[in-house]
Protein backbone atom coordinates (compact mmCIF):
# COMPACT_ATOMS: atom_id res chain seq x y z
CA UNK A 1 0.00 0.00 0.00
CA UNK A 2 2.83 2.24 0.64
CA UNK A 3 4.56 1.45 -2.63
CA UNK A 4 1.33 2.51 -4.40
CA UNK A 5 0.67 5.79 -2.14
CA UNK A 6 4.87 7.06 -3.37
CA UNK A 7 3.95 6.40 -6.86
CA UNK A 8 0.63 8.41 -6.96
CA UNK A 9 2.23 10.90 -5.22
CA UNK A 10 5.31 10.58 -7.74
CA UNK A 11 2.99 10.74 -10.86
CA UNK A 12 1.20 13.24 -9.46
CA UNK A 13 3.84 15.36 -9.36
CA UNK A 14 5.20 14.45 -12.80
CA UNK A 15 2.50 15.55 -14.46
CA UNK A 16 2.96 19.23 -13.08
CA UNK A 17 6.43 19.15 -14.36
CA UNK A 18 7.49 19.26 -17.57
CA UNK A 19 9.26 16.16 -19.05
CA UNK A 20 12.85 17.08 -20.47
CA UNK A 21 13.97 15.28 -23.71
CA UNK A 22 11.47 13.33 -25.97
CA UNK A 23 10.37 9.99 -25.02
CA UNK A 24 12.86 8.39 -27.56
CA UNK A 25 16.02 9.72 -25.99
CA UNK A 26 19.20 6.94 -25.80
CA UNK A 27 22.49 6.90 -24.57
CA UNK A 28 23.98 8.76 -27.54
CA UNK A 29 21.43 12.21 -26.36
CA UNK A 30 22.99 12.26 -23.06
CA UNK A 31 25.90 14.43 -22.61
CA UNK A 32 28.95 13.00 -20.50
CA UNK A 33 31.18 14.96 -18.44
CA UNK A 34 34.20 15.13 -20.34
CA UNK A 35 33.65 13.59 -23.22
CA UNK A 36 36.15 13.76 -25.81
CA UNK A 37 35.16 13.42 -29.42
CA UNK A 38 36.16 9.84 -29.73
CA UNK A 39 33.75 8.89 -27.05
CA UNK A 40 31.12 11.09 -28.68
CA UNK A 41 31.49 9.12 -31.86
CA UNK A 42 31.11 5.92 -30.27
CA UNK A 43 27.65 7.07 -28.00
CA UNK A 44 26.03 8.02 -31.64
CA UNK A 45 27.68 5.31 -33.42
CA UNK A 46 26.78 2.17 -31.27
CA UNK A 47 23.01 4.04 -29.36
CA UNK A 48 20.39 1.90 -31.37
CA UNK A 49 22.97 -1.33 -30.59
CA UNK A 50 23.43 -0.24 -26.58
CA UNK A 51 19.56 0.47 -26.61
CA UNK A 52 18.71 -3.23 -28.37
CA UNK A 53 21.43 -4.70 -25.61
CA UNK A 54 20.46 -2.72 -22.81
CA UNK A 55 16.30 -3.26 -23.08
CA UNK A 56 17.41 -7.25 -23.76
CA UNK A 57 20.10 -7.34 -20.72
CA UNK A 58 16.88 -5.40 -18.28
CA UNK A 59 13.91 -7.88 -20.09
CA UNK A 60 16.44 -10.99 -18.76
CA UNK A 61 16.23 -9.81 -14.68
CA UNK A 62 14.01 -11.15 -12.52
CA UNK A 63 10.73 -9.82 -11.99
CA UNK A 64 11.63 -9.16 -8.49
CA UNK A 65 15.21 -7.62 -9.91
CA UNK A 66 13.19 -5.22 -12.43
CA UNK A 67 10.77 -4.53 -9.33
CA UNK A 68 13.32 -3.16 -7.53
CA UNK A 69 14.60 -1.51 -10.23
CA UNK A 70 11.62 0.20 -10.71
CA UNK A 71 11.09 0.81 -7.13
CA UNK A 72 14.28 2.65 -6.63
CA UNK A 73 14.47 4.87 -9.68
CA UNK A 74 11.12 4.93 -10.41
CA UNK A 75 9.00 5.46 -7.43
CA UNK A 76 12.15 6.92 -5.41
CA UNK A 77 11.49 4.11 -3.08
CA UNK A 78 14.93 4.56 -0.80
CA UNK A 79 16.71 1.06 -0.05
CA UNK A 80 15.49 1.15 3.53
CA UNK A 81 12.34 1.45 2.73
CA UNK A 82 13.17 -1.70 -0.04
CA UNK A 83 13.97 -3.64 3.07
CA UNK A 84 10.66 -3.11 4.90
CA UNK A 85 8.92 -4.30 1.92
CA UNK A 86 10.43 -7.23 1.46
CA UNK A 87 10.51 -7.79 5.07
CA UNK A 88 15.08 -7.98 5.25
CA UNK A 89 17.80 -5.25 6.34
CA UNK A 90 18.11 -2.57 4.59
CA UNK A 91 21.62 -3.88 3.95
CA UNK A 92 20.19 -6.89 1.98
CA UNK A 93 18.27 -4.32 -0.16
CA UNK A 94 21.16 -2.53 -0.80
CA UNK A 95 23.07 -5.52 -1.60
CA UNK A 96 19.87 -6.70 -3.99
CA UNK A 97 20.49 -3.18 -5.64
CA UNK A 98 23.85 -3.31 -5.96
CA UNK A 99 23.62 -7.03 -7.64
CA UNK A 100 21.35 -5.93 -10.11
CA UNK A 101 22.91 -2.97 -11.47
CA UNK A 102 25.95 -5.36 -11.65
CA UNK A 103 24.18 -7.86 -13.67
CA UNK A 104 22.42 -5.23 -15.87
CA UNK A 105 25.72 -4.30 -16.50
CA UNK A 106 27.41 -7.12 -17.48
CA UNK A 107 24.62 -8.33 -19.11
CA UNK A 108 24.50 -5.35 -21.39
CA UNK A 109 28.33 -5.35 -22.43
CA UNK A 110 28.33 -9.53 -22.99
CA UNK A 111 25.66 -8.36 -25.69
CA UNK A 112 26.60 -5.00 -26.53
CA UNK A 113 30.57 -7.57 -27.17
CA UNK A 114 28.76 -9.37 -29.67
CA UNK A 115 26.98 -6.61 -31.68
CA UNK A 116 29.43 -3.78 -32.06
CA UNK A 117 32.88 -4.34 -33.89
CA UNK A 118 35.65 -2.59 -31.67
CA UNK A 119 38.85 -3.10 -30.66
CA UNK A 120 39.25 -3.67 -26.45
CA UNK A 121 40.69 0.00 -25.85
CA UNK A 122 37.49 1.77 -27.50
CA UNK A 123 34.93 -1.12 -25.87
CA UNK A 124 36.17 -0.46 -22.79
CA UNK A 125 35.68 3.56 -23.44
CA UNK A 126 31.96 2.61 -24.16
CA UNK A 127 31.39 0.42 -21.55
CA UNK A 128 32.96 3.46 -18.88
CA UNK A 129 30.47 5.92 -21.00
CA UNK A 130 27.45 3.22 -19.88
CA UNK A 131 28.45 2.62 -16.65
CA UNK A 132 28.18 6.11 -15.62
CA UNK A 133 25.00 7.01 -17.19
CA UNK A 134 23.64 4.07 -15.80
CA UNK A 135 20.87 5.20 -13.52
CA UNK A 136 19.67 7.48 -16.53
CA UNK A 137 19.03 4.38 -18.56
CA UNK A 138 16.98 2.49 -16.08
CA UNK A 139 15.12 5.88 -15.38
CA UNK A 140 14.02 6.22 -18.85
CA UNK A 141 13.30 2.35 -20.01
CA UNK A 142 11.41 1.63 -16.92
CA UNK A 143 9.55 4.84 -17.00
CA UNK A 144 8.55 4.25 -20.49
CA UNK A 145 7.88 0.27 -19.90
CA UNK A 146 4.12 -0.64 -18.26
CA UNK A 147 4.43 -2.25 -15.12
CA UNK A 148 4.86 -6.38 -15.31
CA UNK A 149 6.25 -6.13 -18.68
CA UNK A 150 10.37 -6.49 -18.74
Known sequence: IRAAGVRVIQ???RAKRPELGSPDDTLAE???ANQDAELAYL???FAPQFKAAFQEALAALSARDQNL???QFIDGVSPEEIGRIYHVHRATAWRWL???REE???NTRRLLASRVPLDAREFSSLMNVVRSQLDVSISRVL???PIGEP
Open 11 to 13: DFA
Open 104 to 106: LIE
Open 143 to 145: RKT
Open 98 to 100: AAC
Open 43 to 45: KAR
Open 30 to 32: IPA
Open 69 to 71: LRL
